[in-house]
């Protein structure tokens, strides 16, 4: 008999195919798994040896042994034989169909998840995308730590409303990226946006200095940089929020229409102590626990009793009370009159909110006022296109009204406006 033979004989070539088939799948399996759980480089590169190692004792097992009815038992030199036994024989072949079914599964199931799948983050960008990053408080003084955050929240708020940008990332998903050593770079990727805009705030008794740059993420150039010395003062603190606005709606390209001109100058309050009240109800309505939430609303009652003209803290309050009802025992019928309240001053004060727009559509949903439910949510979008809360709350309407479709789409252009955030 023939080696070659004799290797068909030993069923080596069965084993052979069946073992690189199986370890086909298993670096498949490993990229994806490993990509998940972010493990380091080397651990692919580790089973990959290790599947290297394993081949040549595969061959020799197959070539010493064989599999039958009574176990492995070492393989006979008789000549004479020139198939095993049946049951080695249809064994082996039952794992290759097996192992190559199992390949071929996943080949189809690869081929229609990558054909149905939507475009990738990164050929998906648009140019006027942007995520700010936490302002670095570079004196670290905890008395500073609350405003600097709110500076930050509210600087998202202002750029939330402009229609001219395409794409801008929500505070919670910016949240997480505060302690990261990522490179801006893999920091756009990851978010689906072509620039970062970071900052820096150092304060020196009562004097402050902000530090602005804006970076495309995938050259890593400056598009647009500045700094400014102020008196710590609210009014130059908003003054200086509105300038960088501007100015990176410029650097990107994009056109101010009257009404973003008229809402980048409206100052939000001029209470310093309103404002950091609202930016600690801000941190704690994002938790979604109803201690926190119980707490997020004595902030943003104390900040509208502290600046009764503070629009957004009205609106806090309406907010915080509609989540009560969601995540503790409260009732959601007996906060309609607290939220109707909050709601009309909201609007009073500013009839273009689209934070108290939204506010008062969840109020109609809440009351199954469809009908004028959505015509707030479409009213709220149009002031305000990228605050996620909008469009994740119209989804709810439209999902209860069967639209699937539409309600989808809302609730994933939230998504990608805040992906950090759980609740989306």
Not at 98 to 103: D, G, K, Q, R
Not at 198 to 204: E, S, Y
């Amino acid at each position: 008999m023939s080696f070659l033979q004799e290797l068909k004989r030993r069923n080596v070539y069965r084993v052979g195919i069946t073992y690189l088939a199986a370890s086909w799948v298993a670096l498949q399996l490993a990229d994806v798994v490993l990509e998940n759980l972010d493990l380091p480089s080397w651990a692919f590169k580790a089973l990959l040896a290790l599947i290297a190692i394993g081949f040549p004792i595969a061959i020799g097992l197959a070539w010493a042994f064989e599999m039958t009815s009574d176990g492995l038992k070492r393989e006979t030199n008789d000549a004479s034989a020139t198939t095993k036994p049946a049951t080695t024989s249809q064994y082996i072949q039952l794992v290759v169909i097996a192992v190559l079914a199992v390949a071929v599964g996943y080949l189809v199931v690869d081929k229609f998840r990558t054909a149905a799948k939507p475009q990738s983050v990164a050929s998906s960008i648009v140019e006027r995308s942007i995520v700010v990053l936490p302002f670095q408080n570079i004196t670290a003084e905890q008395d500073d730590t609350f405003f600097v955050d709110g500076m930050h929240d509210y600087l998202l708020t202002q750029l939330a409303r402009l229609g001219t940008l395409d794409k801008v990332i929500a505070r919670p998903t910016a949240e997480a990226y505060r302690e990261t050593n990522k490179p801006l770079e893999q920091i756009a990727d990851e978010l689906g946006v072509a620039t970062v805009l970071t900052g820096g705030f150092q304060r020196a008794g009562e004097n402050v200095r902000i530090n602005m740059q804006l970076v495309r993420a995938e050259t890593g150039e400056p598009l647009w940089a500045n700094t400014w010395d102020r008196r710590l003062t609210l009014e130059n603190l908003f003054d200086t929020q509105t300038s960088i606005s501007r100015e990176v709606v410029a650097a990107l390209q994009g056109v101010l229409t009257e009404q973003d001109q008229t809402q980048l100058a409206r100052r939000p309050t001029t209470n310093r102590d309103a404002f950091e009240q609202w930016s600690q109800g801000r941190t704690l309505l994002a938790k979604r626990t109803a201690p926190d939430l119980e707490n997020a609303l004595q902030n943003f009652k104390s900040a509208a009793t502290l600046d009764p003209n503070f629009v957004l803290a009205w609106v806090g309050i309406a907010d915080a009370y509609s989540l009560l009802a969601d995540y503790s025992d409260a009732e959601e019928k007996d906060s309609f009159g607290e939220r109707r309240r909050a709601i009309d001053r909201a609007l009073f004060l500013d009839p273009d909110s689209g934070e108290a727009l939204t506010a008062l559509a969840d109020l109609r949903r809440d009351q199954d006022d469809d009908e004028s439910a959505e015509q707030y949510f479409v009213q709220a979008i149009a002031r305000s296109p990228h605050y996620p809360t909008a469009r994740h709350w119209y989804s709810l309407l439209l999902q209860r009204q069967g639209r699937i479709d539409e309600a989808l789409e809302q609730i994933r252009t939230a998504r990608d406006y805040d992906p950090e955030a759980p609740i989306l």
